[in-house]
């Protein structure tokens, strides 16, 4: 039947050589089962499939910078425990926790053992996720949410507090304002961006002490009074006052919703022992209150976690522990972030989801390769800073001794920086994948082909080939196939992937600082239709520059492409003349710009083009400036010039060969002329050659027929030069099409704001490729300039072919 031919030829494309061993064939069988065997192999060996050790949790955690502190917790710590213990100060809640968990004490002595020094085998009990269980339940009890009376130790729970009625300052230290005493109006600074990019100040309208409801704004303070306030609080009787300076002057502020009452020092003014204010400031039945939040900031200042009787233990066991066996600064940061992540259960349980994601943490290489060219991951980087709210519970406060203080022996400033998925890893990582399987598959698609044809040579009972006349056939018809086989392996992941993967970022949203390191999306043909669509908001910028960048670099291919071509053929010309002496020294001579270092010729050039160079410098010996001023194209303002004078303005002092932004032309103008000195010896090199091979006969009979210089040159030099020049005319329009050098080493893509996003950062002279350059090194827009590269792939790619199509050189190969 031949539904069993199908179905063995399924069963060979899910197990290669299946089929094959269904048809007795059991080498051939062996033959594909091996590169079967290979496929699972690798996945199997590349992934984490059956590493069960590690938990979703610890999976998640070995994220994090750093390591865990290890035996220290059932070592070090105990033994600094034991001391306090012997020292009568146990901790009755630790106590607690530990018999919770089935630590026991050895001896009367303390846990770790006492004085025989022996270790308690259920320490080991005691590990860093048991202790950061315990020091976050312990650090949240302490760090609850209240309100605290200034100049007082009385607490209001937040629950009870009525922020309804009450009044927040938002700030009472170290603020700036700006006093209208006339209209008695105060207003702070804020910048705002503009349009154009640039910055622009503009003043607020708020309350010294709070913000108002529909502030004014205004663009000056020309004479306002500049209003500081210092911080220091004052208390006479019910009443608080905020020191603050006017102009420098020393005067108390009323600190009230209602009434604004400046007042002058006073014997009876207390000062509030208030070193600092930390948190967010209340006013409630005349009282001010404190705010506190662990991990609130306010005014630039984090607040912190409480200080317990376990916190001051275990900065003692660190400075001990530090002292006898230092760790890096990594590993308690690593730390820190674990208890904060204990203390908010919402944002680890995010981070352990985010971060233990089974096709990258588990997957083999193909599972994963192709989940990674699919999705270019999934999980963002974090910058994490709120554990900075532990410092004085962890580390100590400042200035604290140096028993409970590990500030000085610990980096802890800063951000944790918790590397997520890459995209452009991933992207890489995924496409060496799907590569490598490709060619896996290779050997699946031959089994089930193998597989079909011989299950229906059976079924018509037609001659089958044994294995050894099988593989004889398949070597003598693919011979060419087998042999090229290995080099293009090796050219499919050095040349073909980077080419595939510059191509398909073209199709992602990477782009801006740091997106190489981050992660980016699929986003379709959406960078493409940005090009064609000036008003979407890619568009503006970048769709309006490539239009204008692409026309100037096609004219720029074409005109740098037949100066180059023109000049040397008539170089090559009159070099072949025989009345020309001397030939071989003047080919000699003219060579030489070919010979010496294109990049040494475009550095030369730009120096000697400056505008205090030395081809201004001559031409100002020389009287042409007095020339050009008489023109009115030098000398003078660009608004000033008109008519003709504008088109071949120069400059105002000097001439501007290579900066002249008012006339962009005439830098392209420029540029083409230098641009001959750099291409034609190579014309003239390849055409004298062409030249001197021509028949002689066809000049000889061209005189006896009474033909002229002028036409031997058009009807017999010309079709033969170009006949054989015409390939390379049209592959070195192309290479201009990409001249990167003379563009970037003697204007550098100017003049113009290379800076600006309206213009999309190209520059006057700038032809596609250096825009290109520098919109990956510069300003990484990576996606956009993928998205150029393939446009220019397709234009040029497109010109060239059907230009060789079209020339009888290749259509008579």
């Known amino acids: 039947m031949k539904a069993w031919s ?144 200034f100049g007082t130790t009385n ?39 503009l349009p154009d990019g640039s910055n622009k100040k503009e003043y607020v309208e708020t309350n010294p002490l709070y913000r108002i409801d529909n502030p004014s704004v205004i663009d000056s303070v020309t004479g306002f009074s500049v209003f500081k306030k210092t911080g220091k609080l004052f208390r006479v009787a019910n009443n608080y006052y905020l020191e603050t300076t006017i102009d420098g002057i020393t005067n108390y502020l009323l600190l009230s919703k209602d009434n604004f009452v400046l007042e002058s020092a006073s014997q009876s003014f207390v000062p509030i022992p208030q070193t600092q204010i930390v948190g967010p400031v209340y006013e409630l039945n005349n009282k001010l209150y404190e705010y506190y939040e662990p991990g609130l900031i306010h005014n630039g200042v984090r607040q912190q976690y409480k200080q317990t009787q376990f916190s001051n233990f275990f900065r003692r066991a660190m400075v001990q522990g530090q002292t006898i066996n230092p760790q890096e600064s990594s590993n308690y940061q690593r730390l820190m972030v674990r208890v904060y992540m204990e203390l908010n259960p919402e944002f680890k349980e995010a981070f352990i989801k985010d971060f233990n994601n089974f096709f990258y ?90 597989t079909y044809k011989v299950s229906e040579q059976k079924r018509l009972k037609e001659k089958v080939l044994n294995t050894k006349q099988y593989m004889k056939s398949v070597w003598d018809n693919g011979f060419e196939y087998i042999i090229l086989s290995p080099a293009l392996f090796v050219l499919a992941f050095i040349s073909i992937m980077p080419i595939i993967f ?93 010979a010496i270092p294109a990049l040494l010729s475009q550095m030369v050039f730009s120096v000697m083009f400056n505008e205090n160079g030395f081809v201004n410098q001559l031409f100002m010996q020389m009287g042409l400036y007095d020339v050009f001023r008489n ?91 170009l006949y054989s020049t015409a390939p390379i005319l049209i592959m070195t329009f192309s290479g201009n099409f990409n001249n990167f050098g003379v563009i970037f080493f003697i204007t550098g893509g100017g003049p113009g704001d290379l800076t600006s996003p309206i213009n999309g950062f190209a520059g006057e002279t700038d032809i596609l490729i250096s825009w290109m350059y520098r919109l990956t090194t510069d300003h990484q827009i990576y996606n956009m300039a993928s998205v150029f590269s393939v446009l220019i792939f397709l234009f040029v790619g497109s010109i060239t072919a059907w230009n060789l199509s079209r020339t009888k050189a290749f259509q008579e190969d």
Not at 542 to 550: K, P
């Open 631 to 721: 023109w009115g194209i030098l000398g003078i303002d660009f608004q000033q010039a008109t008519g003709w004078a504008r088109v071949f303005w120069l400059g105002f002092d000097n001439i501007q060969w290579f900066n002249n932004f008012h006339n962009p032309n005439f830098v392209r103008g420029v540029l083409v002329i230098v641009n001959i000195w750099l291409g034609f010896p190579y014309f003239m090199a390849l055409m004298t050659g062409i030249m001197t091979a021509i028949d002689k006969s066809l000049y000889e009979a061209a005189d006896i027929d009474g033909a002229s210089g002028f036409q031997k040159l058009m009807q017999i030099t010309m079709p033969l030069v």
């Open 6 to 149: 199908i179905i063995k030829t399924i069963l060979s494309g899910l197990v290669w050589g299946l089929g094959q061993l269904f048809n007795k064939q059991f080498i051939k069988s062996l033959f594909f089962f091996i590169f079967f065997a290979g496929f699972i192999l690798i996945e199997i060996f590349t992934s984490n499939y059956f590493y069960v050790e590690k938990t979703e949790n610890e999976i998640a955690y070995s994220k994090i910078p750093g390591q865990s502190l290890g035996e220290w917790y059932e070592k070090a710590f105990f033994q600094t425990y034991d001391n306090q213990i012997l020292q009568n100060n146990r901790i009755p809640e630790f106590d607690a926790y530990l018999a919770s968990i089935g630590v026991e004490e050895k001896d009367p002595f303390g846990y770790y053992g006492g004085p025989t020094g022996s270790q308690n085998p259920t320490a080991s009990l005691f590990t860093e996720d048991k202790f950061v269980e315990f020091f976050a339940q312990d650090l949240k009890q302490a760090s609850y949410l209240r309100f605290t009376e």
């Open 361 to 450: 943490d588990k997957a083999g290489m193909f599972v994963k390769g192709y989940w990674e060219v699919l999705t270019l991951g999934e999980t963002n980087e974090i910058d994490l800073r709120s554990h900075l709210a532990l410092v004085d519970a962890m580390l100590g406060r400042a200035n604290e001794p140096s028993a409970t203080n590990m500030r000085n022996n610990v980096q802890y400033e800063g951000v944790v920086n918790i590397r997520g998925h890459v995209s452009t890893l991933l992207l890489l990582e995924g496409l060496i994948a799907v590569i490598l399987s490709l060619f896996f598959s290779i050997f699946g698609i031959w089994s089930m082909i193998d």
């Open 502 to 594: 510059g191509f398909v970022i073209s199709f992602t949203s990477i782009g801006g600082n740091g997106s190489m390191d981050n992660l980016f999306d699929w986003v379709g043909f959406l960078n493409f239709i940005a090009v064609f669509d000036p008003n979407s908001s890619i568009g503006q910028g970048f769709g309006i520059a490539f239009w204008r960048v692409l026309g100037w670099t096609i004219v720029w291919a074409v005109l740098s492409t037949f100066t180059c071509f023109f000049g040397g053929f008539f170089q090559a010309l009159i070099l072949n003349a025989e009345s020309v002496v001397f030939r071989k020294l003047w080919r000699t001579i003219l060579i030489l710009p070919w």
């Open 155 to 193: 607490e209001v729970l937040y629950d009870d507090f009525d922020l309804g009625t009450a009044t927040r300052f938002i700030t009472l230290e170290n603020g700036d304002l700006y006093w209208d005493t006339a209209n008695n109006k105060f207003y702070f600074s804020r910048d705002v961006k």
